[in-house]
């Protein structure tokens, strides 16, 4: 079962095809996310918009072609200054990193979840 697209934007990216949005999550006192999924959901990734971050969560099975640990892990984005607005560009950016990125130019860092 793919993911829901109703409401949301579809972006292609090497044959793939990846569903972006934002909104609020009420998970986060409805802080605003970026929030991308790959149609398999492989690739799921969270970004907190317009907060200053430099981290990206990616949530899914896969990023950067690595097996993950199923867990939510953080990443420094691959952008020199936080993201404030998004366009599809910076998705598109995003995207081709999370999918072709080097691991070695990333800083992971544990997140503590109770």
């Not at 691959?78 to 081709?96: G, K, Q, Y």
């Amino acid at each position: 079962m793919g993911v829901s697209a109703k409401g949301r934007r579809k972006i292609q990216y090497r044959d793939r095809t990846f569903v972006w949005w934002v909104a609020p999550d009420s998970d986060d006192c409805d802080r605003i996310y970026l929030n991308i999924v790959s149609e398999d959901k492989s690739i799921v990734l969270a970004y907190r918009v317009g907060d200053g971050s430099f981290y990206a969560m990616s949530k899914g099975r896969y990023f950067q072609g690595r097996k993950t640990s199923g867990r939510c892990e953080r990443y420094r984005i691959p952008f020199e200054s936080p993201l404030i607005f998004v366009t599809p560009r910076d998705v598109a950016h995003m995207i081709a990193w999370a999918v072709d990125g080097e691991a070695e130019n990333l800083a992971r860092i544990a997140v503590n979840k109770p």
